[in-house]
């Protein structure tokens, strides 16, 4: 059983940063690849940014690269997402998630265990 819980959402206008992390309990961290995905009010979840378990593979989706960097550290068992130069779209609900095994994945059914979300707005 791994939990994982998400901080540093809030409010930012646009054009400003934001720095999610996500702490994960358990052993074995480095042993598996992590996610972070957003939910928008209206919309379906979608993917973000994935980290491979050793931290030197990563895979962004279109809408964020160059803005957003994911980055792990395995002694502190954490991930996290530098959010730079926001937009009002990139508002949602953003969650991180445990990959079932070492690789990016993009896909949302290969991930096995969810935190509970920091919501980020992004004003105009």
């Known amino acids: 059983q791994v939990q994982l819980v998400e901080s540093g959402g809030g409010l930012v206008q646009a054009g400003g940063s934001l720095r999610l992390s996500c702490a994960a309990s358990?052993?074995?961290?480095?042993?598996?690849?992590m996610g972070w995905f957003r939910q928008a009010p209206g919309k379906e979840r979608e993917f973000v940014a994935t980290i491979s378990n050793s931290g030197r593979t990563t895979y962004y989706a279109d809408s964020v690269k160059g803005r957003f960097t994911i980055s792990r550290d395995n002694a502190k068992n954490t991930v996290y997402l530098q959010m730079n130069s926001l937009k009002p779209e990139d508002t949602a609900v953003y969650y991180c998630a445990k990959a079932r095994g070492t690789v990016v994945v993009n896909k949302d059914d290969k991930y096995d265990y969810w935190g509970q979300g920091t919501q980020v707005t992004v004003s105009s």
């Open positions: 358990g052993r074995t961290f480095s042993t598996y690849a």
